[in-house]
């Protein structure tokens, strides 16, 4: 829960206001985020069971964004439904994304890999880790150019 609580601030970090990018735009970030944390970025993800499913909490994206990795299902979901699935199946690991922050040429994009611990596992070690990506349009083309804010608990 303390781990959820320090997420939900530094996720929520106030930002300077600006145009967001278009929904079509939000979405290749949310894909390039979560693929660049499943192809290492994030080395907690090697804690996740090959071929299991990426569960990708809704919030901060808008409605209808999907995630499409090649040769991965990626489930959305909100946090109510995520901390259900902990409760009734065990621990769940998820992506949470955003907000999505900058404008149609750049953006920065924080993602987190976390644990929602079931009820029925009071003492799990809940881990998480985190970075905050930024993001540049080039010839019509989202690139990651740069990762910083990298956090691990």
């Known amino acids: 829960m303390l781990l959820a609580l320090v997420m939900t601030a530094v996720l929520n970090v106030a930002m300077p206001a600006r145009a967001d990018p278009p929904k079509d735009d939000k979405q290749t970030l949310a894909t390039l985020a979560v693929q660049w944390a499943v192809t290492g970025g994030l080395a907690e993800f090697q804690r ?4 299991a499913d990426l569960i990708v909490a809704k919030v901060n994206l808008p409605a209808g964004v999907s995630i499409d990795l090649p040769g ?5 979901m909100s946090l109510a439904r ?7 199946k065990g621990d769940t690991v998820y992506f949470r994304l955003g907000p999505i922050n900058g404008n149609a040429q750049r953006a920065t994009l924080p ?6 611990a079931s009820i029925k596992n009071p003492a799990a070690a809940v881990t998480g880790s985190g970075a905050l990506l930024e993001f540049e349009k080039h010839d019509g083309k989202w690139q990651r150019v740069n990762v910083t804010g990298e956090w691990a608990h």
């Open 48 to 51: 996740v069971p090959a071929g």
């Open 72 to 76: 991965r299902k990626a489930v959305m």
């Open 82 to 88: 995520i901390q259900a699935q902990a409760d009734i």
């Open 111 to 116: 993602v987190a890999l976390l644990w929602a």
